[in-house]
């Protein structure tokens, strides 16, 4: 079984930063897209960066320049700095592995964090 385990939320005043960490664990052969989500009360959850196993980033476009997503491959572990907080930003922030191997044979599986609740005070 693998398992998303997701750290670094709180709460933080508009401005702040924080940085959220992602860890992948159990047997794990390969992992190829990793990303964060964000689901606010009332909203749709959304795509918020993304970062395959090459290291190629994507970003929603509201945290471009403020948001940055990293991966350590040997760790299995993403991170998610974020800097310039704003109470939009609100939201509990999920993890998400995709297409994940637990050997070279296994069908690939997506798997999902508990998420970890981040909240922006103006």
């Known amino acids: 079984q693998v398992q998303l385990v997701e750290s670094g939320g709180g709460l933080v005043q508009a401005g702040g930063s924080l940085r959220l960490a992602c860890v992948a664990s159990?047997?794990?052969?390969?992992?190829?897209?990793m990303g964060w989500y964000r689901q606010a009360p009332g909203k749709q959850r959304e795509l918020v960066a993304a970062?395959?196993?090459?290291?190629?980033?994507n970003y929603a476009d509201s945290v471009k320049g403020r948001f940055t997503i990293s991966r350590d491959n040997v760790k299995n572990t993403i991170y998610l700095q974020m800097n310039s907080l704003k109470p939009e930003d609100t939201a509990v922030y999920s993890c998400?592995?995709?297409?994940?191997?637990?050997?070279?044979?296994?069908?690939?599986?997506?798997?999902w964090g508990q998420g970890t609740q981040v909240t922006v005070s103006s």
């Open positions: 998400k592995a995709e297409d994940v191997k637990r050997n070279y044979y296994d069908a690939a599986r997506d798997y």
């Open positions: 159990g047997t794990i052969f390969s992992i190829n897209s």
């Open positions: 970062i395959s196993e090459g290291g190629s980033t």
